[in-house]
């Protein structure tokens, strides 16, 4: 699987896009702005430049796009009119895969500046957009060039599928039936999912203090997990789901066995402590906020309760967010004639699961400082 060719979320605005379905990313971002203004605030009142360079990696296609580059010009704004300053000239680059709509992020650049005229101060902030294509696991800006980095619900792809867990000849997939860590995935490949994300995070934390200028901070949000145990670790019962949705079309005939064997997810979702241990390992940035938040599977449930009051429709509310997520690269692998029936039987799979319990999604974030 060429991960940075294949990986991106379904384009357009059609009703199965990620624009019309990224409502729980949405909310991650308006949870952490809190975490945001401060990193944001110190950074601009620290360093006071006359240019800020701000990069959203994983930036995506749809409102969310937009968003976080609204957040940030408030606070600069903001910022400034308590300092009695001239605000900075602001450059923002979108960062995302090649196969990313792009498209779709020029075209809304129009309305994009319109809706900046509505928000109070905002208009204030002189400031430029520019899209950037590229893997965030490269380097994709000159030293000591960025002020602040920003990364929404993407840390959790890695780079590549784990090495190992390809069939190869007679011997099928250690990870046979999965598509990521599940049940009756072995050891082995645990390890291998694990020692891949190790490499990728302490890459990504390489780079991004090479990019970043004395004293520059990153806001990171990521899917991860607060259990303990991978095999029962809450994407594990998410992709599960999925696994046997796809497991289901095995048995009818509509799926070949060998497909679904070849198929592993290049994702992974660490616990705090795993993230926490790359950083430390590292030893390039200080860590000065971090904390766990859940998120509802269903992106209209706003509830804390334990219970879901209509579990079919909470079932097809997430199976169009996670079909805007997994379109492509499953239409790429399987052929897109078994995308519908595939989501309607993973609606059903997850409105099964969701009388028996109410898993939620845990969002790590994480505000770092590079070091001096």
Request: hydrophobic share 40%.
């Given at each position: 699987?060429?991960?940075?060719?294949?990986l991106?979320?379904?384009?357009?605005?059609?009703?199965?896009?990620?624009?019309?379905n990224?409502?729980?990313?949405?909310?991650?971002?308006?949870?952490?702005?809190?975490?945001?203004d401060?990193?944001?605030t110190?950074v601009?009142?620290?360093?006071?430049?006359?240019?800020?360079?701000?990069?959203?990696?994983?930036?995506?296609?749809?409102?969310?796009?937009?968003?976080?580059l609204?957040q940030?010009?408030?606070?600069?704004?903001?910022?400034c009119?308590?300092?009695?300053?001239?605000p900075?000239?602001?450059?923002?680059?979108?960062?995302d895969?090649?196969?990313?709509?792009?498209?779709?992020i020029?075209?809304?650049l129009?309305?994009f500046?319109?809706?900046?005229?509505?928000?109070?101060?905002?208009?204030?902030?002189?400031?430029?957009?520019?899209?950037?294509?590229g893997?965030?696991?490269k380097r994709?800006?000159?030293?000591?060039?960025?002020?602040?980095?920003?990364?929404s619900?993407?840390?959790m792809w890695?780079?590549?599928?784990?090495?190992?867990?390809e069939?190869?000849?007679?011997?099928?997939?250690?990870n046979?039936?999965?598509?990521?860590?599940?049940k009756?995935s072995?050891?082995?490949?645990?390890?291998?999912?694990?020692?891949?994300?190790n490499?990728?995070?302490?890459?990504?934390l390489?780079?991004?203090?090479?990019?970043?200028?004395?004293?520059?901070?990153?806001?990171?949000?990521?899917l991860?997990?607060?259990?303990?145990?991978?095999?029962?670790?809450?994407l594990?019962?998410?992709?599960?789901?999925?696994?046997?949705?796809?497991?289901?079309?095995?048995?009818?005939?509509i799926?070949?066995?060998?497909?679904?064997?070849?198929?592993n997810?290049p994702?992974?979702?660490p616990?705090?402590?795993?993230?926490?241990?790359?950083?430390?390992?590292?030893?390039?940035?200080?860590?000065?906020?971090?904390?766990?938040?859940?998120?509802?599977?269903?992106?209209?449930?706003?509830?804390d309760?334990?219970?879901?009051?209509?579990?079919?429709?909470?079932?097809?509310n997430?199976?169009?967010?996670?079909r805007?997520?997994?379109?492509?690269?499953i239409?790429?692998?399987?052929?897109?004639?078994?995308?519908?029936?595939?989501?309607?039987?993973?609606?059903?799979?997850?409105?099964?699961?969701?009388v028996?319990?109410?898993t939620?999604?845990?969002?790590?974030?994480?505000?770092?400082?590079?070091?001096?």
């Open positions: 699987m060429k991960v940075e060719k294949l991106h979320m379904a384009g357009g605005a059609g009703d199965s896009s990620y624009a019309a990224s409502k729980i990313q949405e909310k991650a971002i308006l949870k952490i702005t809190p975490i945001l401060k990193a944001v110190e601009h009142k620290t360093l006071l430049p006359e240019k800020m360079v701000v990069a959203d990696l994983g930036c995506s296609s749809g409102p969310n796009t937009f968003l976080v609204t940030v010009m408030k606070i600069i704004a903001k910022q009119r308590l300092l009695e300053l001239q900075p000239e602001m450059q923002f680059f979108l960062n895969l090649p196969g990313n709509d792009f498209n779709n020029f075209q809304s129009d309305y500046e319109e809706s900046v005229k509505t928000e109070k101060g905002a208009i204030c902030v002189p400031h430029f957009v520019a899209g950037l294509p893997s965030f696991y994709l800006f000159p030293s000591q060039s960025v002020h602040f980095f920003h990364s619900y993407s840390l890695i780079s590549q599928v784990p090495e190992g867990l069939s190869k000849g007679e011997y099928s997939s250690p046979k039936g999965n598509i990521y860590i599940g009756t072995p050891p082995l490949v645990v390890k291998l999912y694990q020692n891949q994300f490499t990728d995070f302490s890459l990504f390489k780079l991004r203090f090479k990019e970043l200028v004395p004293g520059g901070q990153m806001v990171l949000a990521f991860g997990r607060k259990k303990t145990n991978l095999y029962n670790g809450e594990s019962s998410l992709w599960g789901l999925v696994s046997e949705s796809l497991h289901s079309m095995v048995l009818e005939g799926v070949e066995e060998e497909k679904l064997d070849s198929f997810l994702f992974y979702a616990s705090m402590e795993e993230a926490k241990a790359v950083i430390n390992a590292q030893g390039l940035f200080d860590i000065i906020h971090m904390q766990i938040f859940e998120s509802n599977w269903d992106p209209y449930d706003d509830s309760d334990d219970f879901v009051i209509d579990n079919v429709q909470s079932g097809a997430f199976a169009m967010c996670i805007s997520v997994l379109e492509p690269i239409a790429s692998h399987f052929g897109a004639s078994i995308v519908d029936e595939l989501f309607s039987r993973f609606a059903m799979n997850v409105a099964k699961h969701l028996k319990e109410k939620k999604l845990p969002v790590l974030t994480l505000c770092l400082k590079k070091k001096e």
